[in-house]
């Protein structure tokens, strides 16, 4: 059986593959876009999680700072912007790492698996 169409290199590097969703946070009073992180953020944020005594470190706003993007889908936070992220209100980034997570495919399996490595 032949297979229906198979990709060349061109084509899958410029396939739009990182979907965004837009979210309503209330307490920032407005609506922010939250994307599908590419793999290389994906590594960058596994990597990131855990301090050198094995411990989760600012893990929602890691999540949303790799996360939250524009609208031509560029990050809006630096990495060295993630301590100042993490000290806006939990719930609001409760809104935006749920997200992150359903869009990222992490959620508590996930998080399990990073923290037994």
């Known amino acids: ?10 084509a899958i590097l410029a396939a739009n593959d990182l979907p965004s ?19 290389t953020d994906r590594d960058a944020f596994e990597a990131s999680l855990l301090d050198k005594d094995g411990r989760m470190q600012n893990v ?5 700072a790799l ?8 990050r809006l936070f630096e990495d060295n912007e993630i301590a100042a992220l993490g000290l806006k209100s ?9 997200v992150a997570q359903r ?12 923290k037994k490595v």
């Open 21 to 39: 969703e837009s979210v309503t946070v209330p307490e920032w009073g407005g609506d922010v876009l939250v994307r599908t992180m590419s793999g």
């Open 90 to 98: 939990a719930r609001a980034l409760d809104r935006v790492f749920s």
């Open 1 to 10: 059986m032949k297979p229906n169409n198979i990709l060349t290199k061109s």
């Open 60 to 64: 929602r706003a890691r999540l949303v």
């Open 67 to 74: 996360s939250l993007c524009d609208a031509s889908g560029t």
């Open 103 to 114: 869009l990222n495919g992490i959620g508590t399996e996930q998080a399990a698996s990073v």
